[in-house]
């Protein structure tokens, strides 16, 4: 008798583990799943001082860029402190607890101001591009819930865009190379950046959730690494530092 009531129990403790698996505070089973979706990344970053506008060239005059494209430190100011980066991010486990990941994105901010005794305008835009890879290591909290720590590594792109054009323009004036009124510049270059960073994701349907990163990036342009209108190489008398607070948002879609 006593044997019976044993074994009734432990069946009965086993079906009682068994319904209440999808509670348990972790996964049962190795996870090997992956997501994609849309992710804004949040910059924390001065873009005035991040961009060299203020860096003095060598020569005589010793002109800076902000000088000779008409703007002041106060136009150049209300780039503001933040840049939004629209950009799109995967993932995927690969074995036990590490995934790997890819993001790719671009954020740009634009000031303008017009010359009303030339009569022309003179826009300026500033934007970041940038591509990674990211590995990360994960600690399950619940089935539903898990916190990482891992890092995005890969090369990003700082273009600083300069035109100056008629305000009211006009065709056949427009592209007259020679006309002083249509003038554009171009500096870019490439440097190499990464991000440590501590996620969260959260998976509140069976197909969709939602996954939180904060990290800070890390990356300086080198003066040799601009380029003039994407071709010759120019030299900037300052590095950029692109060193900033990061936060990304991800709705995703996956398992």
Known sequence: MTRRIRTAATILALVTALQGQGNLPYPTEEYFGGGIGYTPMFLS??????????AKGTGVTGTDLLSSMGFSNEEIGSLGNLMVIHGAEGFGNITGRWRI???????????????TATNTRTDLKVSLSTGNISLE???PIFSNLEISVGSLFGFSRATIQAASTLD???WEKQIQYTDSSNASLTLSGRFFSFQPYVAMKLQFL???GLRMSAGYQVGTLATDQWRLNGF????????????ALAVRLMLYIGI
């Open 45 to 54: 970053i001065n873009l005035a001082e991040a961009f060299p506008f203020n």
């Open 101 to 115: 990941g890819a993001y790719v994105g671009l954020g740009a901010k634009s000031i303008a101001r017009v010359d």
């Open 232 to 243: 010759k190489r120019i030299i900037s008398p300052s590095a950029g530092n692109f060193n």
């Open 137 to 139: 290591v994960v600690a």
């Open 168 to 170: 009211e323009p006009d």
């Open 206 to 208: 069976n197909r969709a």
